[in-house]
């Protein structure tokens, strides 16, 4: 039995990083769906079948809980294959079986709040509101998870969300950290610009931005505080494990990391990332869409 931690890509290694500290013996099945990456830039539609696609998979490989380590796969897919797809499933397996997302905990952490302590509208809104800068992929913005989340759970922080429609795709693609560094510095401008001043904090909204923290952190201005999606990720895992002891998640202390791509090292963006070299072994999903 195992932990799955899904991600179109790379990008759910540092998610997968935190969890393997938070969980030294539990084994983990990690899928990054490069066949189909990136996911930002696809339609709902894709992204629920993809990420169905990924869960099943990972389910067979003996996963009981299945983390998306993904922000577009969390805030486009998670809700529907919970509600239309997971019931059967379960009955099915004939096992307790769940996937859950990582934007909950993120909001979680941002707004200090938890998922169910809604907050009273106030009227009129507090001028000066804590700005939150979220930099996510394209259908994670369109989405607005963020700005309607933190809304519902507080009036004096306010989200604003810059789409990086290609950054994930150049992290794939193990682009020189030159080239990144000026994409970065321009999301953060577009950020900047839209909320009349620098943001008090930011979120790194998709998975892959990790990878390159440092560089959305010199572009910030200095102390700019990031809130960490791994950590939060991680504590609200543990918290949901100690609660629900059904979940299985094993004690081999197991990592294995497959793609649907082609496989092989994950490159040098990753390995600086990571500390060491990463072989990511290629698998064959049939294809759902
Ligand atoms: N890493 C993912 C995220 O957190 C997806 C990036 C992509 O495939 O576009 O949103």
């Known amino acids: ?25 539990a084994d983990l099945i990690y899928l990054a769906d490069q066949a189909h990456a990136p996911y930002g830039s696809r339609s709902g539609e ?20 299945v983390i998306l380590a993904c922000n577009t796969a969390s805030a486009i897919a998670l809700r529907t294959l919970q509600q239309s797809w997971l019931p059967e499933v379960r009955e099915r397996l004939g096992r307790p ?17 938890l998922w169910r302590d809604h907050a ?7 001028k000066n509101v804590h700005a939150i800068a979220v930099f996510a992929t394209r259908a994670t913005v369109a989405s607005r998870v963020y700005e309607i989340e933190v809304d519902k759970h507080r009036q004096d922080i306010a989200a604003f969300s810059e789409a990086c429609t290609h950054l994930a795709r150049l992290i794939e693609d193990d682009t020189p950290r030159e080239v990144l560094k000026s994409v970065i510095e321009d999301h953060v401008a577009n950020a900047t610009r839209r909320i009349g001043r620098a943001p008090d904090e930011a979120i790194l909204g998709c998975t892959h931005y990790e990878i390159v923290a440092d560089l959305f952190a010199e572009a910030l201005p200095p102390g700019t505080p990031l809130i960490h999606q791994p950590t939060a990720v991680s504590q609200a895992l543990k918290r949901y494990t100690d609660r629900h002891l059904e979940y299985d998640i094993g004690h081999s202390a197991k990592r294995d990391f497959f793609t649907t791509g082609s496989g ?26």
């Open 1 to 25: 039995m195992a932990l799955g931690v899904f991600d179109s890509g790379v990008g759910g290694l540092s998610i997968h990083r935190a969890l393997a500290e938070t969980f030294p013996a």
């Open 46 to 65: 894709d992204i629920v079948a993809l990420t169905r696609q990924g869960c099943e998979h990972l389910f067979a490989r003996g996963a009981n809980l």
């Open 97 to 113: 079986v769940n996937i859950l997302g990582i934007i909950v905990p993120t909001i979680e952490e941002a707004t200090g709040k």
């Open 120 to 126: 009273e509208p106030v009227s009129p809104r507090p």
């Open 264 to 289: 092989g090292l994950t490159g040098d963006l990753v390995e600086t990332f990571w500390g060491a070299p990463l072989t990511l072994q290629p698998l064959q999903l049939t294809p759902s869409i």
